[in-house]
């Protein structure tokens, strides 16, 4: 039996059907996948709580309510499109597939294929692949911030997956990244783990606010994922002529940064909006799919390494135990302190 993970109001169901088939009449471009892994991103969290624009685009056959979901690992189990054959290991291409999920028929425009070189990733590497380490990429090597050997950036929600993941690219570029972390009661093993991967620097809010540790080096370049008062605490840290982008809105989406003409007059500081989604469409189908298979290569050689998950086992979870977990990835995003990232084991 399949199974799937069904939107209830702003938690979820875990739902049994029967595992679908590509009938004969399917369209030519259908791909039957079977997903291994899926990670429990903020975005979603954000979904369950209608506070993110793009939703689900799937519905539960049980429910025939939403199924959440934005990212993930799935291996083809049969196929009418000449893209993709039984065995390939996908990711998606198009946000709001419903990954939370252990089956599904979907349009083989909506992935992306990993190369067969690196099919003995792991999956729980791979589910991190789309929206943590790619994106990571992507906002090191953004041309309209180009960054060289030896820059400063600096960097928000130090411990998120994302930036976990700058880290460690980062310092393969000379790229010196400060991160900065939620305030907690004891920062230091904290900032004593981010620095083992890479960073330059690590301070919490507080630090930054009250101008401490900051690097005498000019800071070129603020990467925000929070907005709000963190976001204005970055573009202060600027130098002049600097650039901010706006990755993420973890202060969620009625956030406000004030501006004043310091900001855009005196110091020139610039403005950017990132979305990850608009550079892949830049990119194209045969660019993307090599960065993807350059990311996974270094997940295979040990180059780059996941964080600390929390892995859910839907084989062996007993009944409530899914939902209990999906409950407690919701309570600990709510915490001061950042969290471990919860992930699905599907199958």
């Known amino acids: 039996m399949a199974q799937s993970l069904a939107q209830t109001g702003t938690t979820c169901q875990l739902t049994t059907h029967p595992i679908p088939s590509l009938p004969a009449e399917s369209p030519p471009d259908s791909v039957l996948v079977r997903f291994l892994a899926s990670p429990v991103n903020r975005v979603d969290l954000m ?28 291996l083809v189990e049969s196929s009418t499109s000449p893209l993709f054959s039984p065995g390939d290991l996908t990711l998606p291409r198009d946000l709001g597939l419903g990954t939370w ?15 067969p070189s690196v099919s003995t990733i792991s999956p729980i590497d791979a589910s991190l692949i789309r929206s943590g380490a790619l994106i990571a990429h992507l906002l090191l090597t953004n041309p309209s911030t180009p960054l060289k050997a030896g820059d400063h950036i600096i960097i ?3 411990t998120s997956t994302v930036s976990q ?17 939620r305030d907690r009661p004891n920062p230091e093993p904290v ?5 083992a991967l890479g960073a330059e620097a690590v301070l919490t809010e507080s630090e930054v606010e009250a101008g401490l540790l900051l690097p005498k ?6 990467l925000d994922s929070v907005f709000g008062k963190i976001g204005e605490l970055l573009a202060a840290s600027l130098a002049p002529g600097g650039k901010f982008v706006l990755v993420g809105l973890l202060a969620g989406p009625k956030a406000s940064m004030q501006l004043t003409t310091q900001h855009l007059f005196n110091r020139q500081l610039s403005f950017l909006p990132f979305r990850g989604s608009e ?69």
């Open 101 to 115: 999920r252990t089956h599904a028929i979907l349009p083989a425009s909506s992935l992306l294929k990993l190369p």
């Open 217 to 222: 080096q000019p800071i070129i370049l603020a």
């Open 279 to 347: 550079h892949l469409k830049r990119m194209g189908d045969e660019q993307t799919e090599s960065l993807i298979g350059e990311i996974a290569r270094m997940f295979v050689d040990g180059t780059l390494k996941r964080p600390r998950v929390k892995v859910v086992d839907w084989t062996t979870a007993g009944e409530g135990e899914v939902e209990k977990a999906l409950k407690e990835a919701v309570e600990l995003a709510k915490g001061e302190a950042g969290h471990v990232k919860t992930v699905w084991k599907l199958t």
């Open 191 to 195: 900032k004593a783990e981010l620095l």
């Open 156 to 158: 928000s929600a130090g």
């Open 47 to 74: 979904v369950l709580n209608n506070q993110y624009p793009l939703k689900p685009k799937y519905t539960s056959p049980t429910t025939n309510t939403p199924i959440p979901g934005f990212d993930g690992i799935a």
């Open 165 to 181: 993941f700058l880290i460690q690219l980062a310092k393969h570029r000379g790229i010196k990244p400060i991160l900065v972390i």
